[in-house]
C-alpha cells in the first residue's frame, strides 16, 4: 500500500481510542467537563449501559452560543492557552481531546447556554460530521447526549464485556466523582431507575454512606490533615476517610486517591497507603479508604497519561510520607490500644522510598500492642493415639500411585465441624477402600483416593498442616484445602439439586455501595438457586434470609460482602459460568481460615477429606494447596545421597 495520509474521520476514530474505551469513559469525560464548567448537580442517565445512550446535563456556567461548534474541533479548549498553564492547572481537562474523539464515535448532540446569554444553542454530530447547529431554549448550563457510542466502529463495540459489567463500570466511576466533591450532586440513573445519589452536602461522609454502604462506613475513620515534617517540603494536605482493622477486603481496588480532584492510579501512594497498617492487617488484606489529596498545582504533573489516570510528583517521596503519615495517625489513634498483631507481611514487594520520617513515625511504625501469646491445644503436642513417626518408613517402599493397598490402614475417620449437612456415616476403622466391597447400607460408596494416606504431624503458623505421607512431608494450606473440599461437596450437591438450606433468624439488614447491589441483582437468580434468600428492603439495602446450610455458621453479610467482591478481580483461568465463579466464592466464604489453630483431631479430619477429593493438588481459585518433599528431594538436601 502506498503512503497516504489519513482522512480527518479515521484520524480522530483512532486518536478516541486512547480516550474513549468504553463508556465509563465517556462519563468520565463528560464529568470532567461539568466539573469544570463549575456544576453543581450533575444528572447522568444511562440507557443500555452506555451503549444506546449516555446524556450528563450539569448546571455549570455552559458555553457561548458562537463557541459551541468550536468546543467540538479537536485540541480546542478554554482551559489553557500556552504550556506553563499546564503546570498550574485548576481544571481537571486540558487536551481539547474529548468532545472530539466522542464525537467521532457516536452521534452526539450538545445543547448549552451560557450564563451570560438569553438563548442557548445547539449542535448535532455523527461520527465527527456536523449535522446542524441551531438556537434554542434552555436554561444555563450544558446537556450532552451520546447515542449509539461505537456506532461507526463495530470492531470496537466487542471489545466492550457484559452490559453488567459496563454499567459497574459507569456505577463505580460516578460513585469515585461524588466522593472526590462532596459539595457537588450527583445523580445516576441506568435505564430510568435510580443507582447512584449523593446530596452535594459537601459532607464526604455523607457521600460515603451512599457510595460504600452503611457498614463499611461505620468501620471508617477521619483522616485529618497534618501540620508538614519540614518547612521546606510542599504543603501537603490529606484528608479523608479509611477502614479500621477490623474490616479489610481481598484487594486493593477499594483504595481511591483523588489528587487536586483528579482520581489517580497511582501504585506507589496505594502502597503508602497499604504501609501505613503495617502489621495491623492479616497478610494480603487491604483497607478501603477513600483520600483527598491536596498539593500545589506546580508541583503535579497531569500530563503523562491521555486518560489523566496517571501523574507524576514534583517531590513523590513528600507525598508518600504525608498519605502514610496521616492514615498511620489515623489508625493508630483508633486502634489505640486494640491487640491485632499480624507481624511481618512479607507479600508486599515495593521498596518504599527514603521516607522523611520523624522519630514520631518511626514509633508509629510499632504494633501498639504486643500480640498474646498463642493457646495450642495440648493435643498438638501429644497424640498417643497416632502412629509413631517412621511408620512409613518401615513399610515396603511405595509410590502414589499404589494408593489401594495403603487404605488398609487407614485408621481414624474423623468428621469433625468441617461438615456439609449429611455427614457421613462413620466407616469402621478397618473398612476396606473398594467401593464395590462395602456391603450395602453401610454408608454411602467412598470417592476414590486421589493422596495416599496422610499422618498429620502439626500446624505451623495457625495456617499450614504438616503431614507425613509414604514417600515424604507435606505442608498444606489449611484454608486453601478447606475451599476444595467444600467445592467439591457443594457442586456436587448443587448439580444434584440436593442443597440444604437454613434460615437465617435475624440478621438485620446489610446496605451495600451501589457498585454491589448492581452486581447483587444480577447474581441474585443464581444466588437463589445455591439457596441464598436475599429481600430488597430499600434503596441499595437487603435482608438475607436464607443461605446454604454450609454457610449457617458465618455472618451472612460477611458472606455477601464475600460473594460480591469485584468480581474482575481474582480471575480463575479457564473458569467459564458465572455461576461456577459463584459457587467459589460461597467456598471461599464457608472455608477456615488461615490463622485460625485447628485440634489434631479437626486437621486429621480435613486431611482425611482432600484425601478423596477429586484434585486435591490446587484450590478452586487455582492456587496450589500442598507442598511436597519427597524423601528423595529430604535426603539431596540433607547430603545423604
Ligand atoms: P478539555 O476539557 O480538555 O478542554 P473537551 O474536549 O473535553 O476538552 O472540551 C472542550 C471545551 O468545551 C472545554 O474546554 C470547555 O470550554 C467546553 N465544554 C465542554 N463541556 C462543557 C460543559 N459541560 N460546560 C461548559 N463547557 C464545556
Ligand atoms: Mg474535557
Given at each position: 500500500m502506498p503512503i497516504r495520509v489519513l482522512s480527518e474521520t479515521i484520524a480522530a476514530q483512532i486518536a478516541a481510542g486512547e480516550v474513549v474505551e468504553r463508556p465509563a469513559s465517556v462519563v468520565k469525560e463528560l464529568l470532567e467537563n461539568s466539573l469544570d464548567a463549575g456544576a453543581t448537580t450533575i444528572n447522568i442517565e444511562i440507557r443500555?449501559?452506555?451503549?444506546r445512550l449516555i446524556r450528563i446535563s450539569d448546571n455549570g456556567h455552559g458555553i457561548p452560543a458562537d463557541e459551541i461548534p468550536l468546543a467540538l474541533e479537536r485540541h480546542a479548549t478554554s482551559k489553557i492557552s500556552i504550556l506553563d498553564d499546564l503546570y498550574n492547572l485548576h481544571t481537571l481537562g486540558f487536551r481539547g481531546e474529548a468532545l472530539h474523539s466522542i464525537a467521532s464515535v457516536s452521534r452526539l448532540t450538545l445543547t448549552s447556554r451560557y450564563q451570560k446569554e438569553s438563548m442557548g444553542a445547539r449542535i448535532l454530530v455523527e461520527g465527527g460530521k456536523v449535522l446542524e447547529v441551531r438556537p434554542v431554549g434552555a436554561p444555563i448550563g450544558t446537556i450532552i447526549e451520546v447515542a449509539e457510542l461505537f456506532f461507526n466502529v463495530p470492531a470496537r463495540r466487542k471489545f466492550l464485556k457484559s452490559d453488567a459489567t459496563e454499567r459497574r463500570h459507569v456505577i463505580t466511576l460516578v460513585s469515585q466523582y461524588a466522593m472526590a466533591y462532596p459539595h457537588v450532586r450527583f445523580q445516576l440513573t441506568l435505564d430510568g431507575r435510580e443507582a447512584f445519589h449523593s446530596t452535594g452536602s459537601g459532607n464526604l461522609a455523607d457521600v460515603l454512606v451512599q457510595a460504600l454502604g452503611l457498614e463499611t462506613f461505620r468501620e471508617m475513620i477521619e483522616v485529618s490533615p497534618l501540620p508538614p515534617t519540614r518547612p521546606d517540603l510542599p504543603p501537603i494536605e490529606v484528608s479523608g476517610f479509611t477502614t479500621t482493622p477490623a474490616l479489610h477486603r481481598a484487594n486493593r481496588s477499594q483504595i481511591s486517591l483523588f489528587v487536586n480532584g483528579r482520581g489517580v492510579n497511582d501504585q506507589r501512594l496505594t502502597f503508602a497507603v497499604v504501609q501505613a497498617y503495617h502489621t495491623l492487617l492479616p497478610a494480603s488484606r487491604y483497607p478501603v479508604s477513600v483520600l483527598l489529596i491536596q498539593v500545589p498545582p506546580e508541583d503535579v504533573d497531569v500530563n503523562v497519561h491521555p486518560t489523566k489516570a496517571e501523574v507524576r510528583f514534583r517531590s513523590p517521596e513528600a507525598i508518600f510520607t504525608a498519605v502514610q503519615r496521616g492514615v498511620r495517625r489515623a489508625v493508630i489513634a483508633q486502634t489505640g490500644t486494640a491487640a491485632i498483631y499480624y507481624g511481618e507481611q512479607e507479600e508486599e514487594v515495593y521498596d518504599p522510598p527514603p521516607a522523611y520520617s520523624s522519630d514520631e513515625d518511626i514509633a508509629d511504625q510499632r504494633p501498639a500492642t504486643l500480640p498474646a501469646p498463642k493457646q495450642y491445644p495440648a493435643q498438638m503436642d501429644f497424640d498417643f493415639d497416632t502412629p509413631a513417626p517412621g511408620r512409613y518408613s518401615q513399610q515396603r517402599p511405595a509410590d502414589e500411585t499404589d494408593l489401594e493397598s495403603e487404605d488398609q490402614v487407614e485408621s481414624d475417620a474423623f468428621y469433625p465441624h468441617y461438615e456439609t449437612p449429611t455427614p457421613p456415616t462413620r466407616r469402621p476403622p478397618t473398612e476396606p477402600d473398594d467401593p464395590t466391597a462395602i456391603p450395602e447400607g453401610i454408608g454411602p460408596p467412598k470417592k476414590p483416593r486421589t493422596l495416599p494416606i496422610l499422618r498429620v504431624v502439626g500446624q505451623i503458623s495457625a495456617s499450614y498442616i504438616v503431614a507425613e505421607g509414604p514417600i515424604g512431608m507435606y505442608l498444606i494450606d489449611q484454608h486453601a484445602a478447606h475451599e476444595r473440599i467444600l467445592f467439591e461437596q457443594f457442586l456436587e450437591q448443587y448439580q444434584a439439586r440436593e442443597l440444604t438450606i437454613q434460615q437465617v433468624l435475624d440478621s438485620g439488614s446489610v446496605s451495600l455501595s451501589p457498585t454491589e447491589a448492581h452486581l447483587l441483582e444480577e447474581i441474585q437468580p443464581i444466588l437463589a438457586e445455591m439457596g441464598f434468600e436475599i429481600e430488597t428492603f430499600g434503596v441499595n439495602t437487603y435482608r438475607v434470609r436464607a443461605v446454604p446450610a454450609m454457610l449457617a455458621d458465618q455472618d451472612p453479610h460477611q458472606v455477601l460482602h464475600v460473594l460480591l467482591?469485584?468480581?474482575?478481580?481474582g480471575k480463575v483461568p479457564g473458569v467459564q459460568t458465572i455461576e461456577e465463579k459463584i459457587l467459589r466464592r460461597v467456598c471461599k466464604a464457608a472455608a477456615v481460615k488461615a490463622g485460625q489453630i485447628l485440634s489434631h483431631t479437626e486437621m486429621q479430619g480435613l486431611i482425611h477429606q482432600l484425601e478423596r477429593c477429586e484434585n486435591p493438588h490446587t484450590c478452586p481459585h487455582g492456587r496450589p494447596i500442598m507442598i511436597h518433599l519427597s524423601n528423595k528431594q529430604l535426603e539431596k538436601e540433607f547430603g545423604r545421597t
Amino acid at each position: 500500500m502506498p503512503i497516504r495520509v489519513l482522512s480527518e474521520t479515521i484520524a480522530a476514530q483512532i486518536a478516541a481510542g486512547e480516550v474513549v474505551e468504553r463508556p465509563a469513559s465517556v462519563v468520565k469525560e463528560l464529568l470532567e467537563n461539568s466539573l469544570d464548567a463549575g456544576a453543581t448537580t450533575i444528572n447522568i442517565e444511562i440507557r443500555g449501559a452506555g451503549s444506546r445512550l449516555i446524556r450528563i446535563s450539569d448546571n455549570g456556567h455552559g458555553i457561548p452560543a458562537d463557541e459551541i461548534p468550536l468546543a467540538l474541533e479537536r485540541h480546542a479548549t478554554s482551559k489553557i492557552s500556552i504550556l506553563d498553564d499546564l503546570y498550574n492547572l485548576h481544571t481537571l481537562g486540558f487536551r481539547g481531546e474529548a468532545l472530539h474523539s466522542i464525537a467521532s464515535v457516536s452521534r452526539l448532540t450538545l445543547t448549552s447556554r451560557y450564563q451570560k446569554e438569553s438563548m442557548g444553542a445547539r449542535i448535532l454530530v455523527e461520527g465527527g460530521k456536523v449535522l446542524e447547529v441551531r438556537p434554542v431554549g434552555a436554561p444555563i448550563g450544558t446537556i450532552i447526549e451520546v447515542a449509539e457510542l461505537f456506532f461507526n466502529v463495530p470492531a470496537r463495540r466487542k471489545f466492550l464485556k457484559s452490559d453488567a459489567t459496563e454499567r459497574r463500570h459507569v456505577i463505580t466511576l460516578v460513585s469515585q466523582y461524588a466522593m472526590a466533591y462532596p459539595h457537588v450532586r450527583f445523580q445516576l440513573t441506568l435505564d430510568g431507575r435510580e443507582a447512584f445519589h449523593s446530596t452535594g452536602s459537601g459532607n464526604l461522609a455523607d457521600v460515603l454512606v451512599q457510595a460504600l454502604g452503611l457498614e463499611t462506613f461505620r468501620e471508617m475513620i477521619e483522616v485529618s490533615p497534618l501540620p508538614p515534617t519540614r518547612p521546606d517540603l510542599p504543603p501537603i494536605e490529606v484528608s479523608g476517610f479509611t477502614t479500621t482493622p477490623a474490616l479489610h477486603r481481598a484487594n486493593r481496588s477499594q483504595i481511591s486517591l483523588f489528587v487536586n480532584g483528579r482520581g489517580v492510579n497511582d501504585q506507589r501512594l496505594t502502597f503508602a497507603v497499604v504501609q501505613a497498617y503495617h502489621t495491623l492487617l492479616p497478610a494480603s488484606r487491604y483497607p478501603v479508604s477513600v483520600l483527598l489529596i491536596q498539593v500545589p498545582p506546580e508541583d503535579v504533573d497531569v500530563n503523562v497519561h491521555p486518560t489523566k489516570a496517571e501523574v507524576r510528583f514534583r517531590s513523590p517521596e513528600a507525598i508518600f510520607t504525608a498519605v502514610q503519615r496521616g492514615v498511620r495517625r489515623a489508625v493508630i489513634a483508633q486502634t489505640g490500644t486494640a491487640a491485632i498483631y499480624y507481624g511481618e507481611q512479607e507479600e508486599e514487594v515495593y521498596d518504599p522510598p527514603p521516607a522523611y520520617s520523624s522519630d514520631e513515625d518511626i514509633a508509629d511504625q510499632r504494633p501498639a500492642t504486643l500480640p498474646a501469646p498463642k493457646q495450642y491445644p495440648a493435643q498438638m503436642d501429644f497424640d498417643f493415639d497416632t502412629p509413631a513417626p517412621g511408620r512409613y518408613s518401615q513399610q515396603r517402599p511405595a509410590d502414589e500411585t499404589d494408593l489401594e493397598s495403603e487404605d488398609q490402614v487407614e485408621s481414624d475417620a474423623f468428621y469433625p465441624h468441617y461438615e456439609t449437612p449429611t455427614p457421613p456415616t462413620r466407616r469402621p476403622p478397618t473398612e476396606p477402600d473398594d467401593p464395590t466391597a462395602i456391603p450395602e447400607g453401610i454408608g454411602p460408596p467412598k470417592k476414590p483416593r486421589t493422596l495416599p494416606i496422610l499422618r498429620v504431624v502439626g500446624q505451623i503458623s495457625a495456617s499450614y498442616i504438616v503431614a507425613e505421607g509414604p514417600i515424604g512431608m507435606y505442608l498444606i494450606d489449611q484454608h486453601a484445602a478447606h475451599e476444595r473440599i467444600l467445592f467439591e461437596q457443594f457442586l456436587e450437591q448443587y448439580q444434584a439439586r440436593e442443597l440444604t438450606i437454613q434460615q437465617v433468624l435475624d440478621s438485620g439488614s446489610v446496605s451495600l455501595s451501589p457498585t454491589e447491589a448492581h452486581l447483587l441483582e444480577e447474581i441474585q437468580p443464581i444466588l437463589a438457586e445455591m439457596g441464598f434468600e436475599i429481600e430488597t428492603f430499600g434503596v441499595n439495602t437487603y435482608r438475607v434470609r436464607a443461605v446454604p446450610a454450609m454457610l449457617a455458621d458465618q455472618d451472612p453479610h460477611q458472606v455477601l460482602h464475600v460473594l460480591l467482591q469485584d468480581s474482575e478481580s481474582g480471575k480463575v483461568p479457564g473458569v467459564q459460568t458465572i455461576e461456577e465463579k459463584i459457587l467459589r466464592r460461597v467456598c471461599k466464604a464457608a472455608a477456615v481460615k488461615a490463622g485460625q489453630i485447628l485440634s489434631h483431631t479437626e486437621m486429621q479430619g480435613l486431611i482425611h477429606q482432600l484425601e478423596r477429593c477429586e484434585n486435591p493438588h490446587t484450590c478452586p481459585h487455582g492456587r496450589p494447596i500442598m507442598i511436597h518433599l519427597s524423601n528423595k528431594q529430604l535426603e539431596k538436601e540433607f547430603g545423604r545421597t
